[in-house]
């Protein structure tokens, strides 16, 4: 396992990839909203030391992802609807920024890139495989995010990403929600591909919008 050279007041170093690890069980739904996590047994799961079991729940606690409740530990964060919906308000000023910088950076290379994901998207979509269309979306954020050169933004989107993952996934299967995001992913890559900066903000904006307004309906 890859330590890195922080310590804990106990000394031994801590597991770079213990926080990883259990942020990626909560995203993926083995950890259920308000569900206790218990360090000794988050301990043996990942085989890890419990100060490293502790300071990954402190790192999550910061992210969102998790709550401490006093003399009962940690439990998984639920976000509500109402919170979901103000996360993606937030993230339309760092998305479309991305995209918008994502659209002045793009290389040669990157759009044959840009071009191969466009279609995987419409295969995806005209073969009704939900899941694939999920997976490439979430492809879609992370190139569009490493194009637009801008850490702090990338850095922010993360986090809120994070929080809002489940909602992010119900939106995927919520009837008809894929045949409508769908062209509108594929006119931010179009944008992007043709180097405009305007219509790649423009469409961000517009998807972000109907996230909004489908996440409403959920409520």
Not at 26 to 42: K, S, T, V
Not at 58 to 74: D, F, H, I, K, M
Not at 134 to 154: C, E, I, K
């Amino acid at each position: 396992m890859t330590l890195t050279s922080d310590t804990d007041a106990a000394g031994p170093p801590i597991p770079r990839d213990v926080a990883q690890q259990i942020r990626e069980a909560i995203l993926g739904g083995e950890f259920a909203p308000h569900q206790r996590l218990i360090e000794a047994d988050l301990s043996d799961r990942f085989d890890a030391p419990r100060a490293a079991v502790r300071a990954a729940l402190l790192t999550l606690s910061s992210e969102g992802l998790v709550e401490r409740l006093p003399n009962r530990g940690a439990r998984v964060r639920a976000i509500s609807v109402d919170e979901a919906v103000e996360i993606v308000e937030v993230r339309v000023g760092l998305e479309s920024l991305c995209a918008r910088k994502a659209a002045e950076n793009v290389d040669d290379e990157d759009i044959v890139s840009l071009r191969a994901l466009r279609e995987d998207i419409a295969s995806a979509i005209g073969g009704g495989d939900l899941v694939a269309y999920s997976r490439l979306n979430q492809d879609l954020d992370r190139r569009l995010r490493d194009l637009s050169g801008h850490a702090t933004a990338s850095q922010l989107l993360e986090r809120l990403r994070a929080q809002s993952a489940r909602h992010q996934f119900r939106l995927a299967f919520h009837p008809g929600r894929a045949a409508q995001s769908a062209p509108e992913h594929i006119a931010i890559i179009d944008a992007v591909i043709a180097r405009d900066p305007d219509a790649a903000e423009a469409a961000t904006r517009t998807h972000l919008a109907g996230i909004v307004a489908v996440l409403r309906s959920l409520d």
